[in-house]
């Protein structure tokens, strides 16, 4: 059995169900593959929207789940402030702010 997964939700050692293959037919990645972070960015170069998984290989934890938002969020909140003084008192007011924010 297998679930859709979209290219931006997949993680290192999930298993692919199917062969991935690209527009033309030929085979980027093998089925039963276990996907490491080269695999990951072979299919994204390519162009790859999504990819079936064992079911086996994909619950990911909750926590798992959260953490990965969490820190995506927190690269996006820092990104925010990438032409800002870092040092500045109210800039790390705010960023501190923002992770707490986030953490709760």
Not at 63 to 81: G, R, V
């Amino acid at each position: 059995m297998s679930v859709i997964f979209s290219i931006q939700h997949i993680s290192p050692g999930m298993s692919l169900a199917d062969d991935v293959l690209d527009n033309g037919g030929r085979l980027l990645v093998a089925a039963s593959t276990t996907l490491d972070d080269k695999k990951i960015r072979v299919l994204k170069s390519w162009g790859v929207s999504e990819v079936s998984i064992r079911k086996e290989s994909t619950i990911p934890s909750t926590a798992a789940i959260t953490a990965n938002l969490q820190s995506e969020n927190t690269l996006h909140n820092m990104n925010q402030f990438q032409c800002n003084d870092p040092g500045h008192k109210a800039v790390v007011e705010f960023k501190k702010l923002l992770m707490e924010r986030e953490c709760n």
